[in-house]
């Protein structure tokens, strides 16, 4: 009559990402300690003194709405693609790629702004961080919009859809992520001006 009880322990699923995830994840992270390193440096910097104060180019708010816009027509590109909604993808990512363009011009813009105010990349170390914060940053852009078109035409393909999400959950987190560092860097400009 004795029963035989038998615990069977199921096996714990590795924690685990996809690999290409992962590097991605590391590259992002790499990135923030960068730019945490540059507003450090700029901080302590500043503090030494000799520090000139001006105005921002007014074209820098316009292009962080710009970037805010863009961070919702990629979300809506990944929720169309998870939908299998490929042409509303398409559009959403066209808008997007076009957005990051639009940010890359008016940043370039806000530069001869600059230039006209007297502000110039070699000078004054304040003026030469805005060069290189906003400069670096936009390098960074142009890796996401080339990013976006290798999704667009993986999505024209028909390699991007609900059942393969990888690229476009790539390119958003990597996308939301350049929004999100130009707002910071944006506000960190403002306020220690």
Not at 106 to 120: D, R, Y
Not at 143 to 164: A, R
Request: glycine share 6%; charged share 15%.
């Amino acid at each position: 009559m004795a029963t035989d009880l038998r615990i069977v322990e199921e096996a714990k699923r590795p924690l685990s990402m996809h690999p290409k995830k992962f590097a991605l994840w590391l590259f992002i992270v790499t990135i923030f300690m960068i730019f945490a390193a540059l507003t450090s440096a700029y901080i302590v910097r500043r503090a030494d003194g000799n520090w000139l104060i001006f105005e921002l180019p007014n074209l820098f708010l316009v292009t962080t709405c710009i970037i805010l816009v863009s961070s919702g027509t990629m979300h809506w590109a990944y929720r169309a693609v998870k939908k299998d909604n490929l042409e509303a993808a398409k559009l959403a990512i066209a808008i997007t790629t076009v957005l990051g363009i639009s940010f890359l011009a008016g940043q370039f813009l806000a530069w001869g702004e600059l230039v006209k105010n007297s502000i110039h990349l070699v000078g004054n170390p304040s003026g030469s961080f805005v060069y290189i914060i906003s400069g670096l940053h936009g390098l960074h852009i142009v890796g996401g919009v080339v990013f976006l078109i290798v999704v667009l035409i993986s999505i024209f393909q028909y390699k991007v859809h609900s059942k393969n999400l990888l690229r476009v959950e790539m390119c958003a987190t990597y996308w939301h992520f350049l929004d999100g560092l130009w707002l910071y860097l944006f506000v960190f400009l403002l306020l220690t001006r």
